[in-house]
């Protein structure tokens, strides 16, 4: 079957612009996770959804980032008044059930470029 | 809180030689281990995990890594290693005592094989 995709795979925009990142999960895949890799580090885990409901958000960096996964499939990650410094690969990835054993399968990935 | 570091930024092999990229972690608890590969312009691929029973664990490609409680450390290896294999690897822990679903992962250590 598909794996997880991600729109756009690229996106550039300017500072203080608001942006939308999609991310289509595994069918069937409850859970869902969202993580940001910067140039030459390890991705860093932002925001876990459990279904519909953000089961852990500890990882998002202020109130300028947000994410919402309205009927527990599709999610999309925003980003309000972009700065430099999130220029970012943003990975979405999803596990069947969210169980600590389980693997996280990850999409290509959205790369973004805040001029 | 839970850590992961990959020593080696970078290891260099010839092609047939036996490889092994090296990790060591931190947890609270027991830990559930990973391993990605991260090809150029590409998410992450899952290579392989350790959950709990045999140390050694076989994955995807040939890869395996042994599980050393004594040492925290993770180490991923192969045989003989190929032109193919050269890419970004990640290792990556969660904590079974948090029972957060968040991975945690190393900065990464660039594999080059040469011909």
């Known amino acids: 079957g598909a794996g997880v995709s991600q729109t756009p795979s690229n996106k550039v925009t300017e500072k203080g612009k608001y942006v939308e990142l999609r991310c289509d999960p595994i069918s069937g895949h409850t859970a869902l996770y969202w993580y940001r890799q910067s140039l030459g580090q390890g991705p860093e885990f932002l925001i876990y959804f459990q279904g519909t409901g953000a089961a852990d958000d500890s990882g998002l960096p202020n109130d300028r980032f947000f994410a919402v996964r309205p009927e527990g499939s599709v999610s999309t990650l925003k980003i309000q008044r972009t700065e430099r410094g999130d220029s970012a690969v943003y990975l979405c990835?999803?596990?069947?059930?969210?169980?600590?054993?389980?693997?996280?399968?990850f999409g290509p990935g959205t790369r973004l470029l805040v001029l | 809180a839970q850590s992961v570091a990959q020593p080696e930024d970078q290891v260099n092999v010839a092609e047939g030689n036996p490889l092994t990229v090296k990790c060591t972690y931190s947890v609270s608890g027991n830990p559930y281990l990973f391993w990605y590969v991260q090809y150029p312009n590409r998410g992450l691929q899952f290579l392989l995990k350790y959950i709990t029973g045999d140390n050694l664990v076989k994955g995807s490609y040939g890869f395996e890594a042994e599980f050393n409680k004594s040492q925290t450390s993770f180490h991923l290896k192969k045989p003989s290693a190929l032109v193919s294999d050269s890419a970004l690897y990640f290792c990556a822990v969660r904590d079974q005592g948090t029972g957060r679903r968040a991975l945690t992962f190393g900065s990464g250590t660039r594999l080059q094989v040469q011909p």
């Open positions: 990835a999803s596990s069947p059930k969210g169980g600590l054993e389980e693997t996280q399968y």
